[in-house]
């Protein structure tokens, strides 16, 4: 399979919200249907479009079917206080069921490692649920653990 990744696009969105929380998509994985409203949704996508916001998203496509999107990479900057540049969070990973193992998943974060390059982020990084251990395999081929662990605030969204 060859696969094509591109900057997501204003044309792309249903296809983006079809996987981002549709039936077998991210949020689903994720069990937060009930956490994502459209609103969330809506102003997400928004986001990606404006050039004044750092959040963006790559898309994955088939280059035999390149009006398909099969995955995306959805990824945003911020300031940190270890570096001078930015860091670069890639917030969510996904790659339609009967594409992965493919290739795909890896492409999207080689790609995400472009796009750090580009906007010279001096930090790239990303976390994922301690049972995800399908996409461990991935990630333990394209980085390096952290060492650290993830907390948040009791009652606040995942």
Not at 3 to 13: G, Y
Not at 61 to 81: C, E, W
Not at 124 to 131: D, H, L
Request: glycine share 6%.
């Amino acid at each position: 399979m060859s696969v094509i990744i591109r900057p997501i696009e204003a044309k792309d969105k249903q296809q983006w919200l079809n996987l981002w929380t549709g039936t077998g998509g991210y949020i689903e994985f994720y069990k937060s249907l009930d956490k994502i409203t459209p609103e969330i949704s809506e102003t997400t996508f928004a986001r990606f479009l404006d050039p004044n916001e750092p959040v963006y998203s790559l898309v994955a496509v088939d280059s035999n079917s390149p009006d398909r999107i099969i995955g995306f990479a959805n990824y945003l900057t911020h300031r940190n206080t270890w570096t001078i540049n930015d860091a670069l969070y890639l917030n969510d990973l996904f790659v339609c069921q009967d594409n992965r193992l493919h290739g795909v998943g890896r492409k999207l974060i080689e790609t995400v490692y472009d796009e750090a390059d580009r906007l010279k982020c001096e930090k790239c990084y990303w976390s994922t649920q301690f049972e995800n251990h399908r996409a461990q395999l991935l990630y333990t081929k394209v980085g390096v653990k952290s060492g650290f662990l993830l907390y948040r605030r009791p009652n606040s969204s995942d």
